[in-house]
């Protein structure tokens, strides 16, 4: 896959962008990568006494881990695992003056792999090779910042079950992960995933000026193993002496969290490889307001996670076999509507699918439900689930016989007297009940249409309208009260009728 | 004439074709295909061939997890004289193929086409409806840079013409540049811009996206308007075929006293004659206040141009994928 890579040249360094996200700006990237990498391996240092210590990066290509990492003279062996080439010459060549050529050292061994396939057949290789002479004493993850399911797989239970095959018994792996406070449902996502993947994670917060400039809030890390990492370990690790941004004093800070963003990790389900599970809380953001201080005070409650040992939610790991509750599949947002059908029609919402979709946008296409469902001709697709209705159960391929016939019949009487169509429909409305099938196939292709149109969105969403024609900034549709909302108000089965009727005009 | 998948050889020959077509559009060539790769879509490139390529569409799929998505072919299909019923049948069968096998667990219920055309043509027939949102606007304002840099002058509304005079009085510079380091600087103010009006913004990434592949396939400048030094306006401008597309644009707040988007405008439509393009094209335009482009179009109408109307987004479904979708989730 084709990849941007762009290097923006500032009076104050560089700044690195991979796909238009930035990954390191010159200024202050000691922030970010003695916090990723310094408190993993010291730790690592300390638990594995006068030993040589092997660590593998996976990301990492500009360099920059892999020369905080050489800070540890105990460090003997490092495998970086990148996919990209272009990356890694870009780490040798132009990012060379600030990793200190880490690339080129003689510990560092580069591999163009993708992570996954990478740690995967290492795993396979352990089958026949003595296992402890692979194995590594930390495991550090420098990714991209996740934007499809794909790109999420990285964050996986499965992704995390395979690093514990490769790590040392209490060896350690640091990861980075996405904001806490920006997106703080996909932060305690993966947190989740790897309590659930039988790790002990501490999480970490940092404030990171260039990526504050981005919008991209505090940027959040965990650290992780399978033997718990206590307090007082932390409190007493032996840390390079020319580091430039973090200290023992500063590193016990950055466990601290606001008590409100904390508490939200017991609302999330883990993620699993081919789950959109991620993806949804990365789309779908919980915007938690809290005051940007430091000091702990009633308004502003925090706890400090270097004090307690937590363990895996049960919400977190109720759902571990969850092919059917993939949050972003159709059948799930359809059984969700459904659900829904008769108890708050009126509440229904529907879950941004795109980076660019935002909640108004959402509710903009709510509105318009009916103007989506004019698209189709009916009569055809009753016609077409018809064809197929031996794939249905009984009653609902009797509903739709049914409705196919009423609708057969209203067009026969219609094409008699034209003039008496008000008449005819005021008839069949007053003769008609309610028809629940009718209810559940027109929720269901409204929702196929809006998904489908929100997915999407073009170039003219993006100029800052959904329409260029302006139609859909009329509001004499019964926009704003929700889709089933107006389905219930236009009447139901005599509504579908009439969409029916037009079409054949 | 048959069709068949585009590739990398059939680049220039694909590009020639939608640069000369009537209604060709950059969203139908190569590089902008290959931004909207990177920015995730999948796209699928076929080629109508008699003797040789006579027509065609690039599809553009965004995948994900649902079963309900659409093809997009913005600006498209591209269709031969005389054989259009017969080239859009083939275009439509492949995408009804593509709809199938597109995504781990879904497909396409719907292609969205949009031809670039001013009345819905006979091949597209009673099975095509009109898109619920368009893929380009469907009302834009056209400059015809055929005429005279005089007469073009001269057909401006007085205000248009009085202020490009006063930014030229001021002094006000204008550079345009295709250098990845101009990048920063449009997105800056094109990011203040976004703000103060309260439209939807793109992230920057998207603009490092789209300029790196256009500028490389020479298809793109930025312009700035700057004053004392300080840049107060810039405009990301788009070549192709006959035209040229003003895509993006930003202004600061400090010394618009000087009219920086009047002189930048008026040098970017100079600049596109000289080139050889014969439309400057404000890409969107509505006379309607409730429209979110009106603002904007005030603005654009000082330069005098034409309102040129298409027919906007249609759709077509496929009806067999849209029935398989909602048999699997009536089930």
């Known amino acids: 896959m084709a990849t941007s890579l762009f290097v923006e040249q500032h009076t104050d360094g560089i700044a690195f962008y991979i796909n238009g996200e930035l990954q390191f700006h010159s200024a202050d990237e000691a922030i970010y990568h003695e916090y990723l990498t310094i408190p993993a391996i010291a730790l690592a240092a300390k638990r594995f006494p006068n030993q040589l210590l092997r660590?593998?990066?996976?990301?990492?290509?500009?360099?920059?881990?892999?020369?905080?990492?050489?800070?540890?003279?105990?460090?003997?062996?490092?495998?970086?695992?990148?996919?990209?080439?272009?990356?890694?010459?870009?780490?040798?060549?132009?990012?060379?003056?600030?990793?200190?050529?880490?690339l080129v050292s003689p510990k560092v061994a580069i591999h163009i792999q993708e992570a996954f396939a990478f740690l995967n057949r290492l795993v396979q290789e352990f089958c026949t090779e003595s296992i402890q002479n692979y194995k590594y004493h930390a495991i550090i993850c420098d990714f991209t910042y996740p934007a499809s399911v794909a790109e999420t797989q990285i964050y996986a239970l499965e992704w995390f079950s395979l690093l514990k095959q490769v790590l040392m018994p209490s060896g350690i792996i640091a990861t980075?992960?996405?904001?806490?406070?920006?997106?703080?449902?996909?932060?305690?996502?993966?947190?989740?995933?790897?309590?659930?993947?039988?790790?002990?994670?501490?999480?970490?917060?940092?404030?990171?000026?260039?990526?504050?400039?981005?919008?991209?809030?505090?940027?959040?890390?965990?650290?992780?193993?399978?033997?718990?990492?206590?307090?007082?370990?932390?409190?007493?690790?032996?840390?390079?002496?020319?580091?430039?941004?973090?200290?023992?004093?500063?590193?016990?800070?950055?466990?601290?969290?606001?008590?409100?963003?904390?508490?939200?990790?017991?609302?999330?389900?883990?993620h699993q490889k081919d789950s959109s599970q991620l993806l949804f809380y990365l789309l779908n953001r919980l915007n938690i307001s809290h005051p940007n201080t430091s000091t702990v005070s009633l308004e502003n409650p925090q706890i400090n996670f270097l004090d307690f040992q937590d363990g895996p939610t049960a919400i977190a790991t109720s759902n571990h076999n969850f092919q059917l509750h993939d949050p972003m599949s159709l059948e799930t947002l359809a059984q969700s509507w459904l659900n829904q059908l008769e108890s708050n029609p009126d509440g229904l919402l529907i879950p941004a699918q795109h980076h660019s979709h935002t909640p108004e946008i959402s509710q903009e296409w709510l509105g318009r439900a009916k103007q989506l469902l004019n698209q189709i001709d009916f009569p055809r697709l009753i016609a077409k689930l018809l064809e197929r209705s031996q794939e249905l159960p009984h009653e609902i391929a009797h509903d739709l016989r049914e409705l196919q016939n009423k609708i057969i019949k209203f067009q026969q009487s219609q094409s008699l007297n034209e003039q008496d169509s008000h008449a005819i429909s005021t008839t069949s409305e007053s003769g008609l009940s309610f028809n629940l099938?009718?209810?559940?196939?027109?929720?269901?292709?409204?929702?196929?249409?809006?998904?489908?149109?929100?997915?999407?969105p073009d170039a003219v969403f993006a100029k800052g309208s959904t329409s260029s024609s302006g139609f859909m900034s009329s509001s004499d549709d019964g926009s704003g009260l929700g889709f089933l909302g107006v389905m219930m108000t236009v009447g139901g089965i005599v509504w579908l009728i009439n969409l029916a009727n037009d079409k054949q005009k | 004439m048959f069709l068949r998948e585009l590739s990398d050889c059939d680049?220039?020959?694909?590009?020639?074709?939608?640069?000369?077509?009537?209604?060709?559009?950059?969203?139908?060539?190569?590089?902008?295909?290959?931004f909207r790769e990177l920015d995730g879509y999948q796209t699928f490139r076929y080629g109508l061939f008699s003797d040789q390529l006579i027509g065609g569409c690039i599809f553009y799929f965004y995948p994900q997890r649902s079963a309900a998505n659409l093809?997009?072919?913005?600006?498209?299909?591209?269709?031969?004289?005389?054989?259009?019923?017969?080239?859009?049948?083939?275009?439509?069968?492949?995408?009804?193929?593509?709809?199938?096998?597109?995504?781990?667990?879904?497909?396409?219920?719907?292609?969205?086409?949009?031809?670039?055309?001013?009345?819905?043509?006979?091949?597209?027939?009673?099975?095509?409806?009109?898109?619920?949102?368009?893929?380009?606007?469907?009302?834009?304002?056209?400059?015809?840079?055929?005429?005279?840099?005089?007469?073009?002058?001269?057909?401006?509304?007085?205000?248009?013409?009085?202020?490009?005079?006063?930014?030229?009085?001021?002094?006000?510079?204008?550079?345009?540049?295709?250098?990845?380091?101009?990048?920063?600087?449009?997105?800056?103010?094109?990011?203040?811009?976004?703000?103060?009006?309260?439209?939807?913004?793109?992230?920057?990434?998207?603009?490092?996206?789209?300029?790196?592949?256009?500028?490389?396939?020479?298809?793109?400048?930025?312009?700035?308007?700057?004053?004392?030094?300080?840049?107060?306006?810039?405009?990301?401008?788009?070549?192709?075929?006959?035209?040229?597309?003003?895509l993006y644009g930003g202004r600061s707040e400090s010394d618009h006293q000087v009219m920086p988007v009047y002189a930048l405008h008026w040098a970017a439509i100079q600049r596109a004659k000289q080139l050889g393009h014969k439309i400057?094209?404000?890409?969107?335009?509505?006379?309607?206040?409730?429209?979110?482009?009106?603002?904007?179009?005030?603005?654009?109408?000082?330069?005098?141009?034409?309102?040129?109307?298409?027919?906007?987004?249609?759709?077509?479904?496929?009806?067999?994928?849209?029935?398989d979708t909602i048999l699997r989730l009536l089930r």
């Open chain 2, 71 to 246: 093809i997009f072919a913005p600006a498209a299909p591209i269709l031969p004289p005389n054989l259009e019923t017969e080239g859009m049948r083939l275009l439509l069968n492949q995408a009804e193929k593509l709809s199938q096998g597109m995504g781990a667990d879904g497909g396409a219920i719907a292609l969205r086409i949009e031809p670039l055309l001013s009345a819905n043509p006979e091949w597209m027939g009673q099975d095509f409806g009109r898109s619920p949102a368009d893929l380009m606007p469907s009302e834009t304002l056209w400059l015809d840079l055929q005429k005279s840099e005089s007469e073009l002058f001269a057909e401006m509304h007085p205000k248009g013409r009085y202020n490009i005079r006063l930014s030229q009085r001021h002094g006000v510079e204008t550079v345009f540049t295709s250098e990845d380091t101009a990048i920063p600087h449009f997105y800056d103010l094109f990011y203040e811009t976004a703000q103060r009006q309260g439209f939807l913004s793109e992230p920057y990434g998207f603009f490092i996206k789209l300029c790196q592949n256009l500028f490389r396939a020479g298809m793109a400048e930025i312009g700035f308007a700057k004053y004392n030094g300080e840049i107060l306006a810039t405009i990301l401008l788009i070549y192709w075929g006959d035209r040229c597309t003003y």
């Open chain 1, 437 to 456: 099938t009718t209810a559940k196939v027109i929720a269901i292709v409204s929702l196929t249409l809006l998904v489908a149109n929100l997915a999407a």
């Open chain 2, 280 to 323: 400057y094209d404000f890409y969107g335009y509505s006379d309607d206040p409730t429209h979110a482009y009106y603002k904007f179009s005030r603005f654009k109408r000082q330069f005098g141009g034409k309102v040129v109307k298409t027919i906007g987004a249609h759709d077509y479904f496929f009806y067999d994928r849209l029935a």
């Open chain 1, 176 to 270: 980075n992960a996405v904001s806490p406070d920006r997106n703080t449902l996909a932060f305690w996502c993966i947190y989740q995933t790897m309590q659930a993947a039988g790790l002990a994670v501490k999480p970490m917060q940092l404030q990171i000026p260039s990526f504050l400039n981005h919008d991209y809030g505090n940027w959040g890390f965990l650290l992780a193993s399978e033997k718990a990492i206590i307090c007082s370990e932390v409190a007493s690790l032996d840390l390079p002496s020319n580091l430039r941004e973090l200290s023992l004093e500063t590193l016990q800070t950055v466990f601290i969290f606001d008590a409100a963003i904390a508490q939200t990790r017991h609302s999330v389900t883990i």
């Open chain 1, 55 to 102: 660590v593998i990066i996976c990301g990492g290509g500009d360099g920059l881990a892999a020369r905080d990492i050489l800070r540890f003279p105990q460090v003997n062996q490092i495998d970086l695992v990148d996919y990209s080439q272009e990356v890694i010459d870009l780490g040798k060549q132009d990012f060379a003056s600030f990793n200190q050529g880490s």
């Open chain 2, 11 to 34: 680049r220039i020959a694909w590009d020639k074709l939608t640069q000369t077509y009537h209604h060709g559009c950059f969203m139908q060539s190569w590089a902008w295909a290959n």
